[in-house]
């Protein structure tokens, strides 16, 4: 079929936008950065910066868009009205505030489950139901995920979700149907309809397809999340492959024929046909890197590390207290003393660390029951950097090198690739 595909990304500090033909050939790409005046803000952020990053998108090549498909950030969540309009403040991938309800959380999931962890969806959901009281409202109040509300200011189907988004819910992905201990307890919110990633939700809403000059039959696909999306780009397509985002945090994700869930030590698996995607999400990564260096340190720097010698220095460097994997420890402190006067040495440092703790994480997952690591594909802005590649080769033992598409918006122009294949179908 002629014609194009978007896809679009929502991670964790702006936004991007690719368009791809059915041959998978990339032919427009455009990216925002987010910058919200404050936490009330994010909502109309996301939606300004949707907006603005398809009308980027060349107009002739708008006008012939199949489909479109988002991914956001796993277990960023809000709660809208039944027309669909934010009622508070979302709440962020990383917000810790379910610490206060993990002891609610522990009695109503079975033990060690995903959404045992402070940031989980559930445990979101949970503290909105000791803080918030939708009773002041007369209509109904949905519960969802980042991907979700955007595809539908774009379908108009409020509460669809996909069951990447929906894992740290409590979605059960295997029997694909949310469990017992989820159904049987009472919500005052409407949590959502889940599908497979990729599902054909509807078409784009009529006054929308006319502002952006998209055609009223364009698809609207279901989503997933940025670290799957940015598996889906990689090229990873056999058990024993990885990979690993090094974005603002830093994210593992290794094809097994084995499902490893333990939210002991922030392990999880996705569905992905019939093999899973094992892993789990690092507090570490590039927004500590950018918090010490300018992108022209980091990349000049870096040039002239010893990659083949061992820096001696052992951080756990974070930007904040709090760990997900491979370590679970909501309190962990950031490691980063002593500091050299020398920033060549403290940049060794930083990438030898968060390196040790990229190849702990793999080592974790196959202590569990993964199967065992074979080569290692890099996404994420991190992936451009030569002397990180070389030291984390050394620790991870296995090739590595840069996803065959670095970038998330790629993987989710396929998902909405396959909406329309769906759709034909």
């Not at 998108?57 to 809000?78: E, F, Q």
């Not at 955007?150 to 996909?162: C, E, K, M, R, T």
């Not at 201990?181 to 939700?201: C, D, E, K, M, Y």
């Not at 951080?315 to 420890?329: K, M, S, T």
Request: charged share 15%; aromatic share 8%.
């Amino acid at each position: 079929m002629s014609g194009f595909y978007l896809g679009i990304d929502f991670g964790t500090s702006g936004a991007r936008a690719i368009a791809i033909d059915a041959n998978r050939q990339i032919h427009a790409q455009t990216s925002l950065q987010f910058a919200p005046k404050t936490s009330h803000h994010w909502a109309t952020t996301w939606q300004t910066t949707l907006f603005t990053l398809i009308e980027q998108i060349p107009r002739p090549l708008r006008h012939s868009i199949n489909a479109i498909a988002i991914n956001g950030t796993s277990s960023t969540v809000l709660l809208c009205n039944a027309q669909g309009q934010p009622l508070t403040e979302p709440i962020l991938y990383n917000d810790a505030r379910g610490e206060t309800v993990l002891d609610n959380v522990r009695t109503i999931a079975p033990a060690n489950h995903t959404v045992i962890n402070v940031t989980s969806s559930f445990a979101k959901l949970l503290w909105w139901e000791s803080y918030y009281k939708p009773q002041s409202y007369s209509e109904r109040v949905y519960f969802l995920h980042q991907a979700d509300w955007l595809a539908f200011l774009l379908h108009g189907q409020l509460g669809v979700s996909d069951y990447h988004n929906a894992l740290k819910l409590g979605y059960d992905v295997e029997q694909q149907c949310y469990p017992d201990w989820i159904t049987n307890r009472s919500t005052p919110f409407q949590l959502p309809h889940v599908v497979a990633p990729g599902t054909p939700v509807g078409t784009i809403q009529p006054q929308v397809g006319d502002r952006l000059g998209i055609p009223a039959s364009c698809a609207i696909g279901a989503g997933t999340t940025d670290s799957i999306a940015a598996f889906l780009a990689s090229g990873a397509n056999t058990p024993g492959e990885a990979v690993t985002s090094l974005g603002s945090t830093l994210v593992l994700k290794l094809l097994s024929q084995s499902r490893v869930d333990d939210a002991r030590y922030g392990i999880y698996s996705h569905r992905l046909g019939n093999l899973w995607l094992v892993g789990g999400a690092s507090n570490t990564g590039g927004a500590v890197l950018r918090h010490y260096f300018s992108p022209d340190e980091l990349n000049h720097l870096s040039q002239q590390i010893p990659t083949d010698q061992a820096s001696p220095l052992n951080y756990y460097p974070l930007l904040q207290p709090g760990e997900r994997f491979p370590i679970n420890d909501p309190t962990l402190s950031p490691r980063l003393e002593p500091r050299p006067t020398e920033a060549i040495a403290f940049l060794h440092g930083l990438l030898e660390s968060i390196a040790r703790i990229e190849a702990s994480g793999y080592q974790r997952l196959q202590q569990f029951g993964a199967t065992p690591l074979q080569r290692v594909y890099t996404a994420g802005g991190g992936a451009a950097n030569l002397a990180w590649s070389a030291i984390r080769q050394r620790h991870l033992q296995v090739p590595v090198g840069r996803s065959l598409h670095t970038e998330a918006a790629y993987g989710t122009a396929l998902l909405a690739l396959q909406a329309v294949g769906a759709q034909d179908h």
